[in-house]
C-alpha cells in the first residue's frame, strides 16, 4: 500500500528554521524524502542552495547524520559511505542530494559510475534549472530561452539557446533497478517513488522538479502551481522506470499551452511569440515521446 501525507511522521529529521528563501521547494522535497527515508539515513550533500540553507553551522537543519565533501562527487561519495557502513555490519540508507547543475554537469561522471557499478545508494537531483546559490547562472537543464546570470537577455542572445537536457532519459539509459522523476505538486505520487526508491536495492535515481522563486522570478506563492503546470504542458513528465523499462506514466488529464506555464516567471519575460513557438515545440515533441499522441488542447 502507498504512503499518504497523513502517514508520514510528524517529526522532522530536516527541521524548520532553515534560511531557504520563501517559496522554495528544495525544503519541501527533501523534509519530505526524509520522512519516507527515516532516522537510519546518511545524507550527502554537495555544494548547493540546500548545504547552504540547510547545514550551514550553527543553523544545521539536519537530524541524520550528513556530509559534505566536493561539488563534482556525490556519485563517489555516496559508493564510498555505503561501502564503509557496510564494513561495519550496518545497513544504513545512504543518499546523496544534489541540484541540476551538480547533476547534468559536473556530477554527472561520478554519478554514471555509482549507476553503472549498481552501487546501493539513492541519489536524488532536485531540480531548480539553473546553479542557483552562487547567482542563477544556466546549468545543462536550463530550459530554452530562460534568462540567467550568464545568457542575459540582450542584443546578443535571448537567453538560453540550447534546450534542456533529458537527464532522466540518460539515467534511465543506465538501466538501473529504479529511476523516477517526481514534483511536489503530486504528493501522492512523490511518496510513491521516494517510498518505492527506500525499499529497492541496489542503484536508484530520482529526479524532482523543485520550482526556484528567485530564480525563476515567480511569486513565492504560486511555487506547487509552477510544478503543476509543468506537467500539464508537458515540460516536466511524471514517470517511473525499472531496469531501463518504463512499468507507469502519470498523463495529466488535459494540456496546457506552454504559454500559460512560462506566463507568471520572469525569466521568461522577454519571450517573442517565435520563442513561445519554440518551446511549445520542444513541449509537443517530449509530450509525443512520452504519451504516443496529443491530446485536444484546453485553456485554463
Ligand atoms: C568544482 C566547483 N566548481 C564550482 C563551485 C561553486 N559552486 C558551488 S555551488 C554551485 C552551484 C550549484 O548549483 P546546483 O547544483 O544547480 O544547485 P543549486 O545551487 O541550484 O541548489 C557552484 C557553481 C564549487 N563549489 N566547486
Ligand atoms: S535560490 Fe531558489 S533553490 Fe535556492 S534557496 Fe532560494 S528559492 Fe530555493
Not at 524548520?16 to 519516507?36: E, F, Q
Not at 565533501?69 to 561519495?77: H, I, K, L, R, V
Not at 555505503?82 to 561495519?88: G, I, M, S, Y
Not at 547567482?135 to 540550447?162: C, E
Request: charged residues 25%; glycine residues 8%; positive net charge.
Amino acid at each position: 500500500m502507498s504512503l499518504n501525507i497523513k502517514d508520514l511522521p510528524d517529526e522532522h529529521l530536516f527541521t524548520p528554521g532553515h534560511t531557504a528563501c520563501p517559496g522554495c521547494a528544495a525544503p519541501i522535497v527533501v523534509r519530505n524524502l526524509m520522512k519516507v527515508f527515516g532516522k537510519d539515513t546518511i545524507v550527502y550533500a554537495p555544494a548547493n542552495c540546500l548545504l547552504v540553507f540547510g547545514g550551514t553551522y550553527p543553523y544545521i537543519a539536519w537530524k541524520v547524520p550528513y556530509l559534505h565533501e566536493a561539488f563534482e562527487n556525490t556519485g563517489a561519495c555516496i559508493s564510498g559511505v555505503k561501502r564503509a557502513v557496510k564494513k561495519l555490519g550496518k545497513d544504513s540508507l545512504v543518499v546523496g542530494i544534489a541540484g541540476d547543475g551538480g547533476t547534468y554537469d559536473i556530477g554527472i561522471q561520478a554519478l554514471s559510475g555509482a549507476a553503472e557499478r549498481n552501487e546501493d545508494v539513492i541519489y536524488v537531483c532536485y531540480d531548480n534549472e539553473a546553479y542557483m546559490n552562487t547567482g542563477i547562472q544556466r546549468s545543462g537543464s536550463t530550459p530554452f530561452g530562460a534568462a540567467t546570470t550568464t545568457t542575459p537577455v540582450g542584443k546578443k542572445i535571448p537567453g538560453k539557446t540550447q534546450n534542456k537536457k533529458n537527464m532522466a532519459e540518460i539515467m534511465r539509459a543506465h538501466e538501473i533497478p529504479y529511476m523516477a522523476t517526481m514534483s511536489i505538486a503530486y504528493p501522492k505520487d512523490f511518496l510513491r517513488k521516494a517510498e518505492k526508491a527506500r525499499d529497492t536495492r541496489g542503484f536508484r535515481y530520482l529526479h524532482v522538479f523543485s520550482p526556484c522563486p528567485t530564480g525563476w522570478r515567480h511569486d513565492p506563492a504560486l511555487s506547487i502551481e509552477m510544478g503543476r503546470r509543468a506537467v500539464e504542458s508537458g515540460m516536466w513528465t511524471l514517470y517511473e522506470a525499472e531496469y531501463g523499462r518504463i512499468t507507469d506514466i502519470y498523463k495529466p488529464k488535459r494540456k496546457i499551452p506552454v504559454k500559460e506555464y512560462i506566463r507568471d516567471q520572469g525569466r521568461f519575460r522577454h519571450f517573442t511569440e517565435e520563442m513561445v513557438a519554440k518551446l511549445q515545440e520542444y513541449a509537443d515533441h517530449k509530450w509525443k515521446q512520452m504519451y504516443g499522441s496529443l491530446p485536444e488542447e484546453k485553456p485554463e
